[in-house]
């Protein structure tokens, strides 16, 4: 994944997801989940990448960190909730829609992971 729709239109395959643009800035686009408006991908772009906000559980938060130089503390949130992924190649397909996956498990409330990960 390097486009930010590709990030878009696999988060709108799950149930209740939305895209939002709250700030008045087109640079930053959001997945939601419609029960509880809480954003589960935060798409934009910097230094010439597009890069995607993905909240995660905090005990898998440096592992994907360490696994992955282009994962990131979450840029303008909650260092220990949220990863960066710079979508800049470098991080396989599979493991960003593993992470946006788990992202949207967080928000919903799933008490199971298996339920959006399982589209991979």
Not at 23 to 28: E, P, T
């Amino acid at each position: 994944m390097k486009e930010r729709k590709e990030v878009l239109d696999f988060g709108l395959t799950f149930p209740d997801a939305y895209v939002d643009a709250p700030f008045h800035d087109d640079n930053w686009v959001l997945l939601r989940y419609s029960r509880n408006k809480k954003a589960f991908a935060w798409t934009y772009e910097k230094d010439g990448h597009i890069c995607v906000n993905v909240k995660v559980d905090p005990q898998w938060r440096d592992f994907w960190r360490s696994a992955y130089p282009s994962v990131l503390p979450g840029y303008h949130q909650n260092k220990e909730h949220w990863n960066t992924i710079i979508l800049d190649g470098t991080v396989p397909d599979e493991e960003i829609k593993r992470m946006i996956a788990e992202s949207y498990d967080l928000i919903a409330g799933k008490k199971e992971i298996k339920t959006a990960a399982g589209q991979i």
